[in-house]
């Protein structure tokens, strides 16, 4: 389903690897070489690492000596003109974002997995390990009169009925399967922010709807199963989460 005002604020897949123990870092600059006119900023991503040892017997001094930090090249994050489309390229693995507008799965995964193709043809993984699907979104409910959250989703916190209190804010996280997707898990991450101003002026409550699916793999990156679990799994179990807990009323709010 295409919606005129999709409420999809970014829109994640990421692919997590395994390479040779001896691969270099600065290898990754080869995979640039092939996108760097669509992506021409460039930020290299770092590992910060650290440790401290004390004695417990004397817990309030820190053997300054002992304490060291490390700050290792991870990869390189590549952004394109317009600053929404950004690839990090990692030694651990790869991700694409697009940010907010979204237009389809077709145009946004097309993208995504040529670009992922790239990347493996210059990394040579040993193996894939992860793969996940996320999308964050958020839906902007009109802040006239008395909010009521149910109205607008159907995965929501509950408060005892014996607890005479007014709900303000809530994070709230599930984890949750599906028989028929199957490794797959999703989480689900919802909250609610402070009153602001929509994309027309008039003021709304922000609803986070943040949906990440994932599925722990052993493949090659060459195996097609890659493409088949992105489509058939992942992209579908984040539908049904998304589209079985919004309401027809939420719906129209995208139109």
């Known amino acids: 389903m295409r919606f005129l005002n999709p409420p999809i604020t970014e829109a994640i897949i990421d692919i997590t690897v395994n390479l040779h123990d001896d691969f270099n870092h600065e290898e990754i600059l080869k995979f640039h070489e092939n996108i760097k006119d669509s992506f021409p900023n460039i930020q290299k991503r770092m590992a910060l690492q650290g440790g401290f040892e004390f004695d417990l017997e004397n817990s309030d001094e820190i053997n300054s000596q002992l304490f060291s930090v490390s700050n290792k090249p991870e990869g390189y994050i590549f952004i394109s003109h317009d600053q929404k489309r950004i690839i990090q390229a990692r030694l651990n693995g790869f991700t694409f974002s697009r940010l907010k507008p979204y237009e389809s799965w077709e145009s946004f995964y097309g993208e995504a997995y040529q670009l992922w193709q790239k990347y493996a043809q210059i990394t040579s993984p040993t193996e894939v390990v992860r793969l996940a699907l996320r999308y964050v979104n958020q839906i902007m409910i009109p802040a006239t009169g008395t909010i009521e959250l149910k109205n607008y989703v159907k995965t929501l916190p509950e408060i005892s ?95």
Request: no cysteine.
């Open 161 to 255: 009925s014996n607890l005479s209190v007014i709900m303000e804010g809530y994070f709230m996280q599930i984890i949750v399967v599906h028989p028929e997707y199957q490794p797959s898990r999703g989480i689900i991450n919802q909250t609610i922010g402070q009153v602001t101003e929509n994309e027309k002026g008039e003021k709304a409550v922000p609803l986070i709807f943040d949906i990440d699916v994932f599925q722990q793999v052993n493949l090659h990156h060459n195996d097609d199963e890659i493409n088949k679990i992105f489509e058939l799994n992942l992209r579908r179990f984040r539908d049904e989460i998304f589209f079985k807990s919004i309401t027809d009323k939420t719906e129209e709010l995208f139109k």
